[in-house]
T-cell receptor, first 115, second 113 residues
Framework: DGGITQSPKYLFRKEGQNVTLSCEQNLNHDAMYWYRQDPGQGLRLIYYSQIVNDFQKGDIAEGYSVSREKKESFPLTVTSAQKNPTAFYLC??????????????FGPGTRLTVL | EDQVTQSPEALRLQEGESSSLNCSYTVSGLRGLFWYRQDPGKGPEFLFTLYSAGEEKEKERLKATLTKKESFLHITAPKPEDSATYLCAAPNAGGTSYGKLTFGQGTILTVHP
């Protein structure tokens, strides 16, 4: 089955720790995205990558880091510098064409809780 | 600044009671409008993309429409399984922002049997 997988589903972190969230897709999509979702708020973009070995900051990149070494993988590291990391994290991917904007497809999400 | 606003924040319907959800936007040079459905604790599921004013798309009990300033998601004779949060999103302007979406805060729909 083609799709986007995220792991783990639930993650608990102690203050001061870095944690890495995994995102893998087998849709052969060029672009990948990380969003954060808080209760009562829309999705906010953390980082996005349009091509391997390249990525751009989104609206709330502070305290996060990413890498894009493979087309199918886009891991997100939540560092200890992120002041309020407890949230639901969503990964998405899309094709990248020069025409109309492409639909983003989402993974199942990772819920991160800081203890 | 690009903004997407959804209303109402929450909507309670009786089974079979049709209604509409609104998505208004201030994105300049709108290049499309996306609708998603999200169930609690899950990732958003894609529903529709609309690219130009006047366009309409349907899927089962849902119909999405688009004008120059807003989009509506019409729900006809809803069932309890239609209960979810509905999100709309608009692409940012092109250039280095290509591919970025601005999301509304969502409308929580509850359909009672």
């Amino acid at each position: 089955d083609g799709g986007i997988t995220q792991s783990p589903k639930y993650l608990f972190r102690k203050e001061g720790q870095n944690v890495t969230l995994s995102c893998e897709q087998n849709l052969n999509h060029d672009a990948m995205y990380w969003y954060r979702q808080d209760p009562g708020q829309g999705l906010r973009l953390i980082y996005y990558s349009q091509i391997v070995n390249d990525f751009q900051k989104g609206d709330i990149a502070e305290g996060y880091s990413v890498s894009r070494e493979k087309k199918e993988s886009f891991p997100l590291t939540v560092t200890s510098a992120q002041k309020n990391p407890t949230a639901f994290y969503l990964c998405a991917s899309s094709t990248r064409t020069s025409g109309n904007p492409d639909t983003q497809y989402f993974g199942p999400g990772t819920r991160l809780t800081v203890l | 600044e690009d903004q997407v606003t959804q209303s109402p924040e929450a909507l309670r319907l009786q089974e079979g009671e049709s209604s509409s959800l609104n998505c208004s936007y201030t994105v300049s040079g709108l290049r499309g409008l996306f609708w998603y459905r999200q169930d609690p604790g899950k990732g958003p599921e894609f529903l529709f993309t609309l690219y130009s004013a006047g366009e309409e798309k349907e899927k089962e009990r849902l119909k999405a429409t688009l004008t120059k300033k807003e989009s509506f998601l019409h729900i006809t004779a809803p069932k309890p399984e239609d209960s979810a949060t509905y999100l709309c999103a608009a692409p940012n302007a092109g250039g280095t922002s290509y591919g970025k979406l601005t999301f509304g805060q969502g409308t929580i729909l509850t359909v009672h049997p």
